[in-house]
């Protein structure tokens, strides 16, 4: 089979690293993003030469078509951007909310509505959305990252009944012991989440790059949301 060019928005670091490398590891061409052009340059330098690093800020909508505009025909694509973000109803940041909703959900939508022309109609092209297992599980500052997870969902639907025969579909991480944004807090921070994990272990990032393989190359799979947290919510 011909080699295939897989979009990875946010693979310069975490889940979204871990997945372009995934892809050029399986024969495929990879082309990442993150904001900074020089930073997603060096790290797709550091992926080989089937690895391409461009810049792209999807807090901005507006700006997007314009900096996707270099990229040719599309295979598949991973949209795993991410700002960190705490919020509570009580003590409510208008201008955080809007701008964690603008870049997950405006922006998503925005990157698959510019690339719907490179987007090859096949069902051999798959698209993975990111979302979290916050949507249905929350916790305390989890207002807005618990609303976007859900309305993932809802894009997930929605753009896999417009788009076919291209197939839509979502993960749903739920606490990734080893990614970078946990990985890097005190001792003890995960104590509680491992144990309710059934078997006491957290799942890994490779957990996710495998979930994101399947949803990307299975041409059986369109419209559906899958946990990967280890069984989590049945606990
Ligand atoms: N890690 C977990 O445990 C976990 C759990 C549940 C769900 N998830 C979901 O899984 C996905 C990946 O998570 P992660 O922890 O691997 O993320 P991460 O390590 O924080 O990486 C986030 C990525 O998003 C990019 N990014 C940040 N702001 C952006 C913006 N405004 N526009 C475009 N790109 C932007 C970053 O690039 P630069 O910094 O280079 O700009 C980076 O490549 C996310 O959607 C997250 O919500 C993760």
Do not use: C
């Not at 330098?45 to 900096?67: F, N, V």
């Amino acid at each position: 089979m011909s080699e295939k060019t897989i979009v990875v928005i946010g693979g310069t670091s975490g889940i979204g690293f871990e997945i372009a490398k995934d892809v050029v590891a399986h024969g495929d061409r990879v082309v990442l993003t993150g904001r900074d052009a020089t930073k997603a340059r060096e790290v797709a330098a550091s992926i080989g030469d089937s690895a391409t690093g461009i810049a792209l800020d999807i807090s901005e909508p507006e700006g997007i078509a314009a900096q996707l505009a270099g990229i040719g025909t599309v295979n598949g694509l991973v949209l795993a951007a991410i700002e960190r973000d705490a919020n509570t109803v009580r003590d409510y940041n208008i201008a955080r909310a809007t701008r964690l909703v603008t870049l997950k959900l405006v922006g998503y939508t925005e990157v698959v509505h510019t690339l719907l022309d490179r987007l090859d109609p096949s069902p051999d092209t798959g698209i993975v959305l990111f979302g979290g297992r916050a949507k249905d599980l929350p916790y305390p500052g989890s207002v807005t990252v618990s609303t976007i997870n859900g309305g993932v969902e809802g894009l997930t639907v929605a753009m896999a009944l417009e788009l076919a025969p291209i197939r839509v579909n979502a993960l749903h991480p739920g606490i990734i012991g080893d990614s970078p944004f946990w990985a890097g807090k005190p001792v003890g921070v995960l104590t509680g989440y491992e144990a309710r994990t059934p078997g006491g272990t957290l799942a890994t990032m490779q957990d996710v790059v495998d979930a994101a393989r399947f949803l990307l190359d299975n041409r059986g799979m369109s419209g559906t949301s899958i946990a990967v947290d280890r069984g989590w919510r049945i606990t």
